[in-house]
């Protein structure tokens, strides 16, 4: 186990380095309540995110053409996600109403509910729609917990209150196109390109500090995984090394959900990312000399910045993160990093 001496720090101004000193107490484990589950709907500030996602990427129409009509109430304001599993949660709900955004328009026309609410709340309720008609039309599970937005429970009553009207608008809509499902009214060439991306592998990085590569596969040998030489030979339960990074192993994508609720995933000794995020990590640490340091100008990602903490924990680095713009943020942070056994703010 590599030493506990911890190179990650925290700032909200540059000239304001806090040093932070990893923790070697385990904290309990707590999953994520943000992603959908069974298909039961999103917390309350992913409907609201993916709304702010969705008002600035949604197709603008010809004046002339133009039926819907989206307030601007949402632009000036950007999404401020809780956790990395709201940021993804919201950025797939905002570009799949994105995806079947005429389908969404022409189902609140044709069940002439639209009219009754203001511009300003168009985006949320083309966003919370697509989730709605995702879920058959059935009710939200709500956790007593859960912190409530207005505007949110205000959409989804009014919604819900018509779902007659648009289930009808919906069914139309498919015997018009002769659909089974909406996925095909998609174009063909549409279709293929989303078959191609769910077929896409997963990649993991194994977070050192918290376990080594052969406990890793031990654990995943324990669950049932074999592992293979590569990504060619995956079936069923198995696994590989990634070719380009030393420290990130690679599953089917068919085992999303299994492997997401995995101790080892869930204990944050493997995280789930997208292999970009990994490369550049791998690519900043080969510029690496000694006693070089790592500025994190931008604080898009709390996974990467605890990557390249554990990355570089036993060289003579430290790394920086800055652009935490308030105190809440910042514990967030704290908790997350502790998790990870990437450090606590001191």
Same mark, same amino acid.
């Given at each position: 186990m590599p030493s506990s001496k911890s190179n990650l720090m925290l700032s909200s101004d540059i000239s304001n380095f806090r040093e932070m000193a990893i923790s070697n107490k385990r904290e309990p484990v707590e999953k994520s309540t943000t992603s959908l589950i069974e298909n039961n709907g999103y917390q309350d500030s992913v409907y609201i995110n993916a709304a702010k996602i969705f008002q600035g990427i949604r197709n603008e129409k010809p004046q002339d053409k133009i039926l819907v009509r989206y307030g601007n109430e949402l632009k000036p304001s950007l999404p401020d996600f809780k956790d990395e599993c709201s940021q993804r949660s919201s950025y797939e709900l905002a570009f799949s109403a994105l995806k079947y955004q005429d389908l969404l328009e022409n189902i609140l026309l044709?069940? !002439?509910? !639209?009219?009754?609410?203001?511009?300003?709340?168009?985006?949320?309720?083309?966003?919370?729609?697509?989730?709605?008609?995702? =879920?058959? !039309?059935?009710? =939200?599970?709500?956790?007593?917990?859960?912190?409530?937005?207005?505007?949110?429970?205000?959409?989804? =009553?009014?919604?819900?209150? !018509?779902?007659?009207?648009?289930?009808?608008?919906?069914?139309?809509?498919?015997?018009?196109?002769?659909?089974?499902?909406?996925?095909?009214?998609?174009?063909?060439?549409? =279709?293929?390109?989303?078959?191609?991306?769910?077929?896409?592998?997963?990649?993991?990085?194994?977070?050192?500090?918290?376990?080594?590569?052969?406990?890793?596969?031990?654990?995943?040998?324990?669950?049932?995984f074999t592992k293979v030489e590569s990504v060619s030979d995956f079936e069923g339960y198995t696994y590989c090394l990634d070719k380009h990074c030393h420290d990130v192993l690679v599953f089917p994508a068919s085992l999303k959900e299994e492997i997401l609720n995995l101790e080892l995933f869930t204990g944050y000794k493997l995280i789930l990312q997208d292999k970009s995020r990994s490369l550049a990590v791998h690519s900043v640490k080969a510029l690496l000399n000694m006693y070089d340091d790592i500025i994190v100008a931008h604080m898009g990602s709390r996974l990467t910045a605890a990557h390249m903490s554990v990355l570089s924990n036993q060289s003579t680095s430290k790394v920086f993160v800055c652009g935490v713009k308030s105190q809440a943020k910042e514990v967030e942070l704290k908790e997350l990093f502790t998790r990870m056994a990437c450090g606590s703010m001191c």
């Open positions: 044709d069940s !002439f509910i !639209f009219l009754l609410q203001p511009d300003e709340l168009t985006s949320l309720i083309v966003v919370m729609l697509y989730d709605l008609q995702d =879920r058959k !039309f059935q009710a =939200r599970q709500i956790s007593d917990e859960e912190e409530s937005i207005p505007e949110v429970r205000d959409v989804e =009553r009014y919604l819900y209150s !018509f779902k007659t009207k648009l289930a009808a608008a919906l069914a139309r809509c498919r015997i018009k196109h002769d659909a089974l499902s909406i996925e095909y009214i998609l174009p063909e060439t549409l =279709r293929k390109q989303e078959q191609r991306a769910s077929a896409l592998p997963l990649y993991a990085w194994i977070n050192t500090l918290k376990s080594s590569l052969e406990d890793i596969y031990k654990e995943l040998k324990k669950e049932g």
